[in-house]
């Protein structure tokens, strides 16, 4: 007879931030970057999580000790709806895809948003993401094909903020 392992998802703590952290260098691989792309680090996480404001929320999908995954989310606001949930990243470790821990932690969030009276859900997914499209196709969630994603770095915003200063 065998056992069945049970995934759980709960939310996450100081103590699993250096796990979600391996999640996202993992992330980054997947995606095709080098870890050495991402600017943040455990120890950035565990501050802008847990310290004086905390930036961001996060559930872990956990299998017998070992977190297996996390969806890392904030609260963004919306002038036509109100507060929103925005899902930043849904990762899920590449041996626990195809598990349906997706969806348990899309039916987390979603209980989430209804709790604390968000008005919708967003997130972003790659264009070349296929897998994860079709998932959020299967589950009728809108792809908006109309919106383009823009931003702004850090370095980017130093720079104009430089000649700015020396213009004037």
């Given amino acids: 007879m065998s056992l069945k392992k049970e995934i759980i998802i709960r939310k996450g703590e100081e103590s699993d931030v250096k796990k979600v952290f391996k999640l ?23 501050s802008d999580g847990f310290g004086n404001k905390s930036y961001f929320n996060f559930l872990v999908a956990e299998e017998d000790g070992e977190i297996v995954g996390t969806a890392i989310y904030y609260f963004t606001y919306s002038t036509w709806k109100g507060k929103s949930l925005y899902l930043e990243d849904l990762i899920i470790t ?24 968000a008005q919708k859900m967003k997130w972003q997914v790659a264009e070349n993401n296929h897998s994860a499209i079709g998932f959020y196709e299967n589950i009728k969630a809108e792809l908006d094909p109309d919106w383009i994603n823009c931003e702004l770095s850090r370095k980017q915003i130093m720079e104009k903020s430089k000649k700015e200063l020396v213009l004037v």
């Fill in 24 to 46: 996202v260098e993992e992330l980054a691989i997947y995606h095709k970057h080098d870890p050495a792309y991402i600017d943040n680090s455990p120890e950035q996480m565990l």
């Fill in 94 to 117: 590449r041996s626990h895809r195809g598990k349906g821990i997706g969806s348990m932690f899309m039916e987390a969030l979603s209980e989430e948003v209804i709790k604390t009276g």
